[in-house]
Structure formats: C-alpha cells, structure tokens
C-alpha cells in the first residue's frame, strides 16, 4: 500500500509514545501521532493540550489547540496559569511534540525569527509554550521537514532549548526534563548520542547523501542505520479512514 | 448605578489613546466585538496584550490602532502567519510596532504578579533560551534559599482588560466553562475591567452553582450582553469555532489592500455586533450551533 511523507511520519511520531504517558500535544502531525498511538499500542495514553485540557478525547479533528472538541468529555481543564504551572512546570508530562522552522545539531529549536532578532528576514509565531514543554517534559519529539535550510548547525536563535551547547548543555541550565529523544522528518528518524543528532534510520528510497545534502553539518549516522519500517495496512486505515477522512493534514 | 451598559459606550469611557489594553481569551471566547469597537472608534497608540495576538490584534494592527504588540506566540492557529502583524514589523505598514516578547507561562504570570500584587514572581523557564537577552523584564535571580537560580518577571498590570464568559448576572459574576484561558488573572490585573458575556442572568442562576463563578463582581467595571460576541472565535455551548474565518483570513490578510477592504465592510460598515451576526449568512450561523451535551447537575445540598 502506497504512503505519503506525512503518513509515514505520523507513524513513526506515534511510535515515539509509551503506553501512559501525558502527552503534550500540538496540532497537525502530532495531533494524529497521539490519536494514532491511542488507537495502537498505547489505549492509556493521557492527551494534554497546552490550551489546558487534560485527558482530551476528541470526536473530531480539532483545528487548534483550544477548539471546542478538545473541551468536551476531557477529563479535566486548567487554566492557563494552571495547566503551565500545576502539570509543565511541575514535571508532570512525560512527552510534547514540538516543530519549529529551525533545528541544530543539538536540537535547539528556533521558531522565533530568520535573521536578526531586531531586523528579521522573517517574523515567525514565538514560543507560545514551546519553550516550557522543552525545558520541561521528560521527551521531546520533533517532527519537521528535512531541508538544509531548517537544519543548520546552530539555529539563529534559541526559543526552545535542547542541549543548548552539547553535553552537559541541560544540567548546567538547570532543565528538568530529559530533553530531545527523537527528531522525525521526511527522510528520517533522527535520536541523539552524547546530545549530538545521529541517523538511526533512513525512510524508503532516500539515500545517506540525501540526508547529509538536507543536512546543515557533518551529520552522524548510527552504526546500525537502517531502513525505516513502512507504515502497516491497519495504521495507514486508521489515519485516512477514521483520524483525517478529511485529508486536511495529509 | 447600573454596570449594564453597551460594548460603544463602555469602550468609550474605559479606553483612551496609548493605553495598554489586554483582549482575553486563549482560543475560546476571545473577545471579538470588543475588538472591532476599538477599531470603530479609531484609537490609536494601544500598546495590546495577548498571549496569542489572534486575529483580532491582526485587525487591530492593520486598522492602525496599534503602538506595541506585548506576545507569547503570534499566529494564526492550525493556519499559519499573522500577516498583518508580520507587515508592521517587517515592513513597518501601517505603522511600526514595538514587541514586548514571552514564553505563555513567562506572560500568564506577568499577568499572575499582577493579580495578587507580587513585585516579581520566579518560574522554571527561560534558561538555556535566547529570549531573556532580548527582553529586560526578563531577569535571573537566586533562590534565598539555596543555590538555585531562576529566572523571575515583574507584574503586568494593563489600564484596560476586556474579558469574556457564557453568563453573568447584572451585577458583574460571570460563570465560565470550557478553556478558561486567562481570563481571571487578566479581570485581576487590570485597573478597569469590561466583561462581555452572551447572556445576562438572575443572580439566583450563578448562586447555584458558585463554583463555576469565574470573577465576581467588584473586579468588573462594565457588563456587555453580546450575543456571539466571540465569534470566530467560540463559546463552549453557544456556538463553535467558525474554522472558516481562520481559514479564510489567511486569504484576506494577503495584502494591506485587502485586508483594509474586509475592515471596511465587516468592521466599519456595521455599528455594532448585532448589525455583524445579522450580516452573517443564516446558514453559516447554522452551520456553527453546538449540539446539547449536559453536565449533570450537582447537589450544593439545601441547608
């Protein structure tokens, strides 16, 4: 069965999830990743959105991450005071997602500005929460496009830290959570060694060159980098058929 | 004297010229026809503050009301870019804004500070980020007791909040469900609060169920009944989010030209936002009516 870069990253975001876990979670991607995991392998994953609702199980897609479906059945709602402080900042959310228009070696993100802070090329969002979640959950998966523009060796600017300078980067800092354990995109499934970024598998029909092309420095690749496993016949039904028939994210 | 009064009148009299003024409402009942009043009435130099500027700072920025833009995270939700916001900073049309940037906890206990009067209040944020170097009320301090350092922001405390929620009694206690945002440190923050409900009830309503009271009334200044006084945005049990709109002001925003044009006839052209839920389509407003899913009553016991 044919998949696209989407689907196929969907799959593996989902397969980033632990069976339990509070997950922190944002729109697109990983919204279908933590219905996907839900449906699969992890029934007692536990959906928090940053908008503060707790336990979410959504009869629809939502569009935002405050939309009324998110709301409705949740298990509980926080402000926003209470949700960063009583769950993020007290270390209760075990993985968030995060994207961002830039991502390093060490897997800072920047989704702040291209350029200059003061004279920017580009004005993007901010942090939003994106900040706290990755200061503070246990794992930060990421999910982006490949390209070598939004891989360079350090981003232009730090919103959201993840080993900051390398090792030891996060202790010196004072952050609590675990920082970046995965980076999915459409070429491959990235984790870290020594709070490096390194290769751990190759999606179909991508070679090692086209990586390394897509790639803003001499990126590392695992010593037992292999092809990465192809979404099943089940997860890719669930995803067209039951979490997006739609297609508004595929 | 009564608080009861109209959205013209009440920012009329709560807002001048160059004042910083906080919409609240984070995704949920964002306070829309406030929005456009302020646009109506031409006010100029407002430094707004939001978490998530919206589409309604967008529209203020691009009607020119705007001096300084005070954020968390700009842009349109699930869509993309805030154009007008990226115009003004890039390009400086209509006028350049200054920025003011957060995280959302960084904001949200600005907000919390000054609520309950704190000189500064610490959090576990920032660090290892490049937003403090970029931003003065951003600072580092060690803990008095221990080694640990943190990083702490001042109180925020806005001239104006404008906040929102399903139902009050006339008297200014607001009952809100769904995502409460920040809605009540922003009502606590602020030396003069407008609060926009859809519905005015009897106080015997909120008096059933006093956990559900958001704000009571001695921190509110003004009550608006507005009936889909969110929309696009939503109240949870009223009507949805009209995902539309967000979807199409990607379209309207594309140029100042064009969003000037959607200003003048959705915005200026209407006197108020009876005149702009009438001017929507019926059908739309169909389209947006919220099934009923009741909570079960509670029992406060009768003693």
């Known amino acids: 069965m044919s998949y696209s870069d989407t689907e196929l990253m969907v799959v593996k975001a989902a397969q ?61 709602i926080e402000s926003l005071h209470g949700g960063f402080n009583y769950y993020l900042q007290a270390g209760r959310i075990d993985a968030g997602f995060l ?58 600017f730090v919103t959201s830290p993840g080993f900051i300078d390398g090792e030891g980067g996060r202790e010196k800092h004072g952050l609590q959570g675990g920082g970046p354990a995965a980076v999915i995109t459409d070429m491959a499934v990235m984790g870290f060694q020594n709070e490096e970024m390194v290769v751990e598998s190759i999606h179909p029909g991508v070679d090692r060159e086209d990586v390394q092309e897509a790639t803003g420095w001499d990126i590392k690749f695992a010593g037992d980098v292999d092809e990465t496993e192809p979404p099943t016949e089940d997860e890719l039904r669930l995803i067209r058929d039951e979490l997006d028939p739609d297609g508004v994210y595929l | 004297m009564s608080k009861v009064t109209s959205m013209k009148q009440a920012i009329s009299t709560a807002i001048s010229d160059g004042d910083s003024v906080y919409l609240a409402g984070f995704t949920h009942l964002i306070p829309f026809a406030a929005g456009h009043e302020i646009i109506r009435q031409e006010y100029t130099d407002l430094e707004v503050v939001r978490a998530t500027p919206d589409l309604i700072y967008d529209q203020m920025i691009a009607a020119g009301c705007v001096g300084k833009v005070t954020f968390s995270w700009a842009g349109n939700p699930g869509v993309g870019s805030l154009r007008a916001f990226r115009r003004a900073i890039e390009d400086g049309v209509p006028n350049p804004i200054e920025l003011e ?118 921190d509110i200044d003004y009550i608006v009944e507005e009936p889909y006084g969110s929309h696009p945005s939503y109240a949870q049990g009223y009507y949805d989010r009209d995902n539309d709109a967000y979807l199409n002001w990607d379209e309207v925003s594309q140029t100042h030209e064009s969003t000037q044009e959607w200003l003048d006839e959705w915005v200026y052209s209407v006197a108020d936002r009876d005149e702009y839920i009438r001017k929507l389509s019926s059908d739309r407003l169909l389209d947006l009516q919220t099934g009923n899913a009741y909570s079960e009553p509670i029992n406060m016991g009768e003693n």
Not at chain 1, 139 to 146: E, G, K, L, N, V
Not at chain 2, 129 to 153: C, K, M, T
Request: net charge negative; with cysteine; hydrophobic share 35%.
């Open chain 1, 16 to 76: 980033e999830l632990r069976d339990g876990d509070s997950v922190l979670v944002g729109i697109g991607i990983p919204n279908l990743a933590a219905n996907l995991a839900k449906r699969t392998h992890a029934p007692d994953l536990r959906m928090i959105y940053e908008s503060g609702t707790i336990d979410s199980d959504p009869s629809s897609l939502p569009l935002s991450i405050g939309d009324p479906v998110l709301a409705s059945g949740a298990a509980s």
């Open chain 1, 99 to 156: 994207g961002g228009a830039q991502v390093d070696k060490h897997g800072n993100i920047n989704s702040t500005v291209i350029g200059d802070y003061d004279d920017p090329d580009v004005r993007l969002p901010g942090s939003g929460g994106a900040c706290e979640i990755a200061s503070n959950v246990e794992r930060t998966i990421i999910t982006t496009s490949h390209q070598r523009q939004r891989f360079p060796e350090e981003v232009d």
């Open chain 2, 101 to 218: 940037e957060y995280t959302h906890f960084g904001l949200v206990m600005r907000l919390y500070a000054g609520a309950v009067g704190l000189p500064f209040v610490p959090l576990k944020t920032f660090s290892g980020s490049d937003l403090p170097a970029e931003n003065d009320n951003i600072r580092s301090v060690q803990s008095p007791f221990g080694d640990e350092e943190v990083y702490a922001v001042p109180p925020l405390n806005p001239d104006v909040a404008v906040v929102r929620g399903q139902r009050a009694d006339e008297n200014g206690n607001v009952h809100l469900w769904g995502i409460p945002g920040e809605h009540k440190e922003a009502a606590l923050a602020s030396d003069t609060v407008i609060l926009s409900v859809e519905e005015i009830v009897d106080e015997s309503v909120i008096r059933s169920d006093p956990n559900r009271t958001l704000v009571t009334a001695d």
